[in-house]
């Protein structure tokens, strides 16, 4: 008896503490962005233009959220089909430029670095805005009032989302 209750507790364990932390990892990211949200972020990188070709200026960014190779190798390297090589050719551009593949880098690159950057005790879609623009690390607190990418996400934000 006591065998079965030890094994029911270390089951229950694993389901409310382990479980989540694998899936976080493996699965699912456990942060959640609000669909609304994904799609002011997408507008406010390039307008949602699903057939933009890379920058080549100062960054190298690709795709309707206008990703870097190091962001997107931050979020696990993330590609079209689950067996693909993310070391091969062109793996970063494919992935960054297809807005499902996109999606989830920035799913993934939330999940790994998500925090309160504008400190209101809530981790929302206006953290993830500056996370996304101005990086995992402390920068995020800086200021993005003036940037072009925050006025649009701010008109996205308070206003009827048209993606």
């Not at 364990?13 to 959640?32: H, K, T």
């Not at 998500?114 to 623009?133: G, K, L, P, S």
Request: proline fraction near 6%; aromatic fraction near 10%; hydrophobic fraction near 40%.
């Amino acid at each position: 008896m006591l065998n079965k209750l030890a094994v029911a507790c270390i089951f229950a364990a694993f389901a409310v503490l382990i479980f989540p932390l694998i899936q976080g990892q493996e699965g699912e990211p456990a942060v959640v962005i609000p669909e609304d949200c994904m799609k002011c972020l997408c507008r406010a990188s390039s307008f949602c233009n699903l057939t933009a070709p890379c920058t080549t200026g100062s960054q190298y960014l690709c795709g309707p959220f206008l990703i870097g190779v190091n962001y997107w190798a931050d979020a696990g390297q993330p590609t079209l089909k689950p067996d693909d090589d993310p070391n091969a050719t062109g793996a970063f551009e494919a992935c960054a430029q297809d807005k499902a593949c996109a999606e989830r880098t920035v799913r993934l690159y939330m999940n790994e670095y998500a925090q309160d950057c504008n400190e209101d005790a809530v981790t929302d879609c206006e953290d993830f805005a500056r996370i996304h623009v101005l990086g995992k690390s402390d920068s995020c607190f800086a200021k993005m009032e003036g940037l072009p990418f925050y006025t649009e996400f701010r008109k996205c934000r308070d206003g009827p989302v048209v993606v």
